[in-house]
Every structure is written in C-alpha cells, then in structure tokens.
C-alpha cells in the first residue's frame, strides 16, 4: 500500500491511536517498502522513570565531549537514521506513519548534537502520561544512550508516568529497563493515559553536562 494521500493519512492516524490504546504497535516487513503488521507482546518491555541508571563510563565520556540536546527540531533526520541499517523494519509506511504522527504533534524526537552537528538521537510517541519509545541511533559511541538520558530528563520534568520502550535488551536493562506481562502494561498504560500532561519541548536545548548535574543533584 503507498501511502502518500491525506485520507490515507488520516486513517493511519486513526487507526495507529486506536492500536496504541490497546497496548499494539506497528512493526514494518523488512522485505515491503510499504506493509507493516500491528504487533501485541506477551511480555512488554518498560522504563521506570524512578529506577532509570546512567553508567558511570558513560559519565565520563559525556565530560569529555561537548553533547547536547534538542527536541524536535529534525524529526525526519532521526526517524531516516534509525531506518538506515540492514535490519529494516522502519520502512516507508512507517516512515510515512509516524512523519504524519509527528505533525500533528504526537511523535516526538531528541537530537543529540555536538557542534550543532546531529550524532545521535531517538523518536517516539507521547500520549497522556505514556512515552512510548521506537528507535533510537548513533554515528558516534554513546549518542543514543544520551539521548535516552535526555529523555528521561524531559519526561520526569513533564511529570509522565511510563516509559515504554517495547522490548527488553540486555543493552537497556543497564538503564533499568524491566519486563512485565502485558495483562500488568495494559494496567499501567490506562493509567498513565488518563494523565493530562505535554511532552515537554524546552528549552530548545541544553548540555548534557548540565541535565547529569541535576539528575545526580536530585537522585
């Protein structure tokens, strides 16, 4: 299916917030520019705000280079990016879908930059309390990682509820992301939806030294 009118635009919107409700996210099919299922886990990987750990070799390597942070400002940067690699499942559609998501103000991104420079970053959606992350890149050691941190940041300041990141890797499980059944997600996706809050998208950027220094201040 090519996904290029403003109906088809719409329906796919419709259809996405509908899914998102009921705990299903879209997947696109590596070999189809253009199909993607709509995927439902029995087990979901989330990221309790409260127990969110950045490694100590990472801090140092944050002080060593001058990252920082902006949001929104290249959406279609990131989401190419996270698309650019052998297992492709960020395909057009997707590509397409969340593009359209990101218009109307429900897809977000963090760039992470050095020298103004984009090096890194990550893209997701933000309804009610929820931040549900897709994918995230790195041109250079680290960047997406500290995108994450600049995440958390923005969404604990936001006062949102859970941070759901879909799948669980033993590279996230580092920054305290855990599993729980979907019976338990669904639970905790009603409640963080009925939240009333806004995806936080100020300043327009800020140092990662800087977002570290209060994280440790407030930890």
Not at 43 to 70: D, E, K
Not at 113 to 121: K, M, P, Y
Request: net charge positive; hydrophobic share 40%.
């Amino acid at each position: 299916m090519q996904c290029r009118s403003r109906k088809t635009a719409r329906t796919l919107v419709d259809l996405y917030l509908h899914a998102f409700r009921h705990g299903i996210f879209p997947m696109g099919k590596s070999h189809s520019r253009y199909a993607f299922d709509w995927i439902r886990t029995e087990r979901r990987g989330i990221l309790p705000l409260s127990q969110f750990r950045f490694p100590r070799r990472l801090r140092r390597n944050v002080r060593r280079h001058g990252y920082c942070a902006t949001f929104d400002r290249d959406f279609g940067g990131v989401i190419n990016h996270c698309a650019d690699r052998r297992e492709r499942w960020i395909n057009d559609a997707i590509i397409f879908l969340f593009t359209e998501l990101h218009e109307v103000g429900i897809a977000h991104s963090v760039e992470v930059r050095v020298n103004d420079r984009l090096v890194g970053g990550l893209y997701g959606v933000a309804l009610g309390g929820v931040f549900s992350g897709e994918s995230m890149f790195s041109l250079v050691p680290s960047a997406s990682q500290i995108a994450l941190l600049h995440l958390v940041d923005r969404l604990k300041e936001g006062g949102f509820q859970l941070l759901d990141v879909q799948f669980k890797t033993k590279h996230l499980e580092r920054f305290g992301v855990t599993e729980v059944p979907n019976e338990e997600y669904l639970d905790l996706l009603e409640q963080a939806l009925a939240e009333k809050v806004n995806f936080p998208v100020h300043p327009p950027f800020e140092l990662t030294s800087s977002v570290l220094q209060r994280m440790s201040q407030t930890s």
